[in-house]
């Protein structure tokens, strides 16, 4: 049904930022500042990988056509990808990875919240659920944001530039196409001007406390969601990730 | 479906099942069981009379959810019941507020400090709640990471006793 294929597509879209964000933060693993930071980090990728299975899971029921999370998540190439780019970018320095993350759990907060009330309920489920991690994330990353743009002459710096380089990367999340509007028609997903706006104050509250300057409205770049043009980090993610999977299908030697 | 049952149930066979449910231990909290976590949320029987029995992810990245499908399964096995089924159900999502006193009197003998009554929806809203020491019950306590040995345990120091302790994030 063209229905299910747009749930499909959409469901994709969640699935993947999650996977990929998630994918991305645990190379945090031995590369945080501190211990307790590489177990957080590695937490919160671990809370993101699930949220990954759960709406993948979902989407391959919907397609119908045998494939299971783990068949869209590893046997996917970049094209078929459906993950914002802002997920793919690399971690870059510290401030780089926990200014993503910040952006991003302020985005899954909204979002999440959002669509509690989605007509699909199973999708309203699973949204409830990552809700409440996605609020420790976001409180999380927000801290850290605090405390680097609120720290030493060095931290701010970084945490600026790392805000930045991000800024360019959050429009897409904003910017609906004609699969949101389908899905904000069929009461599916919300309405992403008004995630705009929750997302612009709980945002702006971080910054002021943290001394750091938002970010002028500029070029924005797009192309992840859609599939238009992915960034040529995401192929290097999947070459990684999917390795296993492609050298030993279901790992069954084991 | 048979209307679901609970751990109280006075109906036998639903006793039987909910004893075998009762001695499954959580794979990372050994000191509790998935009863006593609230893990477990109901038990129906399907049309061919088949014990189903529906249980709730902690956390959507909860390793041990696999395992503990497993050890569902094979107790219930063990205890006569070799075609029970597991459903999950994500609706209404898991909350600390479900493990119950049991459960928290456990956690607490561990070492492991429960979590704080009601205390999720604070979580985005800086303060978070005292803390008790499960050592000493002083509640001069700081946190030290947010996120712990497992994605459900923060790290916590105690100031009165100067011991660390891990307590059980509400969610
Ligand atoms: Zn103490």
Redesign the pocket.
Known sequence: MAEDRARFEYLLRLGDNSLILGHRLSEMLGNAPALEEEMALVNVALDLIGQARLFLGYAGELEGAGRDEDALAYRRDVLDYRCALIVELPNGDFAHAIGRLFLISAFDFELYGALRESADRRLAAIAEKSLKEVTYHLRHAGEWVIRLGDGTEESHRRMQKALEDLWMYTGELFTPDALDEAMREAGIAPDLARLREGWDRRVDAVLREATLTRPAEGWMQSGGKDGRMHTEHLGYILAEMQFLQRAYPDARAW | MSPGTGPETADPRYHRIWQALAEVEDPEIPYVTIVDLGIVREVVADETGDPVVRITPTYSGCPATRLIELQIRAALDRAGFPHARIETVLSPAWTTDWISEEGRRKLREAGIAPPVPGSGRAALFGAGPAVP?P????TD?ERIAEFGSTACKALYR?R????P?EYFKCL
């Not at chain 2, 050592?135 to 002083?138: A, D, I, K, N, Y």
């Not at chain 2, 009165?160 to 011991?163: D, G, N, S, T």
């Open positions: 020491c050592r000493c019950e002083s306590t105690c009165h006793c100067r011991e302790f």
